[in-house]
């Protein structure tokens, strides 16, 4: 089983680079928090209260017959949070006016998952005592944060990149008729296997073998650990051809040791 607060240190890292979680956006972003009581695991664990945060961009808009009919629901990838879909690179071509998402015209809603932001995780105390969740467990708190907090009983429109995008997979079979549409994007409707699993495996033994760790009740950083993961996810994320046109020979491959002799780097952060 994996150890839970292994990997969500863990998950701080995978996607660091693509993150972009800044104190301000030009797009006026509404911050609210749904508190779910006595919301229980697939597990069959529970916790008095799960706490969902979320953003929100436009205003919902219901139909003659009471129905939500503009509410799209973006959901980010692992290591991310509602900040990620704000990144410009995504943002700015999607909700400006004439565009795909235009928040004049669409309720926007960007959700921090159960483990990610400001929504429940961990490391909020329970470290290893915290349930074990999953993409279920995600879907399950989307859907009452959407109904009971927001009053959302129909969305137009699903996307989600990475894990948002295997939730995404996960909505449409569980409440195949809350969304006219789904956008998966960049993963596959399959169990994790092979070259994936094994090194997202190893990333994370790095950082249990750490002694620091000490079973996920550290004092302090397990920096040795979270190098030794970072340089695992260096090579599976890396682009081969990349690497040999910025790293061609031994005199510039030293350039290399900034990736292992701290964690601070383009694309990975210890946090």
Known sequence: MINRLALSTLITILAAGAQAPPSQTK????????????????????????RLHYLTLGQPHRNNAGHTDNAVLLLHGTGGNAHSLLNPAFSDVLFGPGQPLDIRKFYVILPDDIGHGESSKPSDGLRMRFPQYDYNDMVASQHAMLVD???????????????GCMQSFVWGETYPQFS???????????????????????????????????????????????????DF????????????????????????????GQCHSRAYRCQ
């Open 27 to 50: 797009w006026p972003a509404k911050s609210g928090t749904y508190t779910i009581k006595n919301f229980r695991f697939g597990s069959g664990e529970s916790l008095p209260e799960l």
């Open 149 to 163: 907090g927001l009053h959302v009983d129909h969305l137009r429109l699903i996307l989600g990149t990475s894990m």
């Open 180 to 230: 006219d549409a789904l956008a998966p994007l960049a993963c596959l409707p399959i169990e994790i296997a092979g070259r994936n699993r094994m090194f997202r495996y190893m990333a994370m033994q790095s950082i249990r073998d750490d002694p620091a760790w000490d079973n996920g009740n550290y004092s302090r950083e397990p920096v040795e650990g979270l190098r030794g993961a970072a």
């Open 233 to 260: 996810l260096i090579i599976a994320g890396s682009a081969p051809a990349t690497d040999a046109e910025e790293f061609p020979d031994a005199t510039r491959g030293r350039g290399l040791r900034k990736y292992h």
